[in-house]
């Protein structure tokens, strides 16, 4: 179920629904004639277009579907898995699946909804599969090369034509509606039939393609909630409303060395800036990514106070803004950047033994500071890995 797994459905539930989807959809394969190879090859001999026209129809509704919640942040498309594509495999597979195609009349989804409905060609066009796959797993050094070339990686379409989602979505919207008028005068002229165009029906027709177009074109004239979410920010940082609780460095050493587990400190930088160096038991969520439903549930939390931290000042203040947006108010800005605090600590210059006891005492208090942060830094990233379990040899037995 994808992204509703596991934050709305429970994994257990999963498998439950998964279960009566495939009976609903096998149902409706059944009831719009699929488990019958004479309606699925008409799409080849040209007297019958209902597979062209269910899966064109099925595609865009996904498509549009997927724009409308990809506006309104329903749905992480950075989580959504994309089949990479391997050239010479999807040509050669395909023409391989379209001649079976051909001649078995089936695809493997309608072919076991025809072998559930009793249909014994259904039964041998799976069998076939099962061969074919026996076959394709026994033999793959053989054809491996050919499998993996031209490896693509996880092509959009979208992308290669240079254009955006929701423009390419219109085309789409566009090319199915076409491609619907011209299977039907195809369909008409193999079947001797007079193509004639209602009024009624072409109104119909009309406000059918007209509806995803127009709910399209809302989601590229209308600002996504991201968009609304920082014109908001920019609106109160603009008029001075912007003045998150800031926490001084030592401060924030200080508490992490006796009540680390009070505080979620989230570095807002990259990944890349994560890695190259972190203060000692933050996570790293950059700033951009925020507001994603999979990070929420880490910020807008109860029971720890949130500090913030960045690559600038303006980083830390803007994520105290965008967490106080979604709900958490315990938020705390640092108020020195990553480079700073790494500085302050962890690349600490020798002070004065014969300076002042107050200099004296804090270089001291920063130097205890680094070693400490870096042993519970370690000890809490220790929490999250598995126990290592080593087989031993027991004496024993007989004698």
């Known amino acids: 179920m994808g992204p509703l797994v596991p934050d709305i459905i429970s994994g257990e539930f999963n ?29 080849f001999y040209g007297y019958d277009f209902t597979v062209l026209r269910v899966f064109f129809t099925a595609g865009v509704t996904a498509m549009v579907g997927i724009i409308i919640l990809n506006h309104l942040n329903l749905l992480d498309l950075s989580i959504i898995y994309i089949n990479p594509t391997f050239l010479w495999a999807a040509l050669v597979g395909g023409g391989i699946m379209g001649l079976g195609f051909i001649i078995g009349g089936f695809c493997p989804g ?33 054809w491996e090369d050919l499998y993996l070339a031209e490896n ?15 423009v390419f979505g219109i085309v789409m919207i566009l090319v199915a509606a076409g ?34 177009i127009l709910l399209v074109l809302l989601v590229i004239i209308t600002p996504n909630r991201t968009e609304v979410m920082n014109t908001r920010i920019d609106a109160k940082i603009d008029a001075g409303e912007c ?10 050493a ?3 060395m006796n ?18 160096f972190h203060i000692p038991t933050a996570i790293n969520i950059p700033l951009e990514e925020l507001h994603q439903s999979m990070n929420l549930s880490t910020v807008i939390q109860n029971i720890k106070t949130n500090v913030f931290y960045g690559a600038d000042i303006y980083q830390s203040q803007r994520a105290c803004m965008v967490s106080k947006y979604f709900g958490k108010s315990d938020n705390f800005a640092l108020d020195l950047t990553a480079e700073e605090f790494n500085k302050q600590y962890f690349l600490l210059s020798e002070v004065d033994e014969n300076g002042s006891k107050a200099d004296v005492d804090l270089f001291k208090f920063r130097k205890d500071a680094a070693e400490k942060l870096t042993e519970i830094g370690e000890a809490v990233a220790n929490l999250d890995k598995p126990v290592e379990k080593k087989a031993s040899r027991v004496a024993g037995g007989c004698s």
Request: charged share 20%; with cysteine.
């Open 15 to 43: 498998f439950i629904i998964a279960l009566i989807v495939g009976i609903g959809f096998g149902f409706a394969l059944e009831q719009a004639g699929f488990a019958s190879t004479k309606k699925l090859v008409g799409l």
């Open 179 to 212: 491609a619907f008028v011209m299977t039907t005068i195809i369909e008409n002229k193999i079947n001797n039939k007079e193509t004639k165009w209602f009024k009624p029906t072409i109104i119909k027709n009309t406000i059918i393609v007209a509806t995803p």
């Open 254 to 256: 200080y508490e992490l």
């Open 243 to 252: 003045n998150p609780k800031m926490m001084n460095a030592d401060k924030l």
């Open 259 to 276: 009540h680390y587990y009070k505080y979620n400190v989230i570095d807002v930088r990259t990944p890349e800036e994560y890695k190259e």
């Open 110 to 142: 309608t072919s076991a909804c025809a072998a559930a409905t009793g249909r014994v060609d259904g039964w041998a066009f799976l069998l076939g599969g099962v061969i074919g796959i026996f076959i394709f797993a026994e033999g793959f050094p053989i």
């Open 152 to 166: 693509w990686g996880p092509v959009l379409m979208f992308e290669q034509f240079g254009l955006n989602r929701e």
